[in-house]
């Protein structure tokens, strides 16, 4: 022990910082030789008080995920540039060992600790999620909001809302302003491309606003920015599958910390998507033309006169060609809307602003529905399934 005490002798350090109160003492043993090399031993560390866990989530906005342009480079930019205190919050990428993943892991399980809520109470794929590293504190932020309300909570039950409520929470009321809405500006442009042929019409206006309305739903759940809670593939999937699997829900959508999409990946989420509202739009069509020749029929039925004016309207191609203008029209115009329109430009400046914001998006869809119906008139009329009621077919 004598021994020992010729090379080494008690150093210590005192530092005291008024500003936060905290005074801290370190005691370390130091080799006492002539060598450049030192060993220090900590024997006491800074102690750490309550207010060194609160994490920098709290000085942006839940929206800030989801709003800025790019991917997780981005989304750190905006921590350390909105609080300051954060530095690079733990070194960032390229740190020892730190990933995105990790920082993900990290700020969900912070944001949990001051709801004071385990990973057990929360649903099964999302705290799946979290244990993996994918989805970010501000993610677990919005759930815990949307879980106090009853009808959100119930709807979050369901995987595809609650993807799509997570990546959106004012993703109903875009629904609810898109159904409501269909109706009367489509109504109205219909009247707008007939004019005085409207009434003459009715039946196929009518037609139109049964397959509009059908669609309208599905028109703004598929093309919805997501935050994907999916379970992995299995092994033994496909190539295909697995490719689609990896595409994003919206081609422009912004990607989450940790996360990336190709250009390859987004032009498949238009293609994925372009099928599911071709089958939409051809089975939305079937129960539309289905119904309006039932009209149509009684029509005849009861006012013989009307048996030469009114004729049916043609059920597979009215069907096929409605499919391919959701496919084509519709598919795109709804990705740019939301993905590029609501998410990366009115969201990232109006956040905070929540009745600004929903007024807005509220004129933007409305205005695109209408647009939709403009194009729908035009396009049936081009390829010859609908053709305006004063056309007549020459003879031979």
Known sequence: MSIATCFFTPSFSISTNNNNLTTSTTTTTKLNLHLPLRLRLPTAATPITNRSLHHIHHRYSPFLAFSTSGSDNNYNNNDNNSGGGGGNDGGGKGGDGDSAGDKNREEAMMVLAEAKRSLESLPMDLSAAIRDGKIPGAVITRFLELEKSGLLRWLMQFGGFKERLLADDLFLAKV????????????????????????????????????????????????????????????????????????PDNAFQVALPGSSFSLLHRIGAIVRNGAKLFAVGTTSSLVGTAV??????????????????????????????????????SNLRYQVLAGVVEQRILEPFL????????????????????????????????????KAHDEKILPE
């Open 351 to 386: 956040h905070q602003h929540k009745l600004i914001l929903s007024a807005l998006c509220f004129a933007v869809r409305t205005g695109n529905t209408y647009l939709g119906s403009l194009l729908w008139v035009d396009y049936a009329r081009f390829i010859g399934i609908q």
């Open 292 to 329: 309006t020749n039932a009209l149509i029929n009684a029509r005849k039925a009861v006012d013989k006169s009307a048996a030469g004016e009114v004729e049916n309207v043609p059920i597979l191609s009215t069907s096929a060609a409605y499919g391919v203008y959701m496919a084509i029209s």
């Open 176 to 247: 609810g302003m898109e159904c409501g809405v269909g109706i009367f500006t489509k109504t109205a442009a219909e009247y707008d491309r007939r004019r005085e042929n409207f009434f003459n019409e009715l039946e196929i206006v009518f037609a139109d606003v049964v397959m509009a309305i059908i669609a309208d739903f599905m028109l703004v759940y598929l093309p919805a920015p997501t935050v994907s809670l999916r379970s992995p593939l299995l092994v033994s999937a496909g190539p295909i599958s697995k490719f689609f699997y990896n595409c």
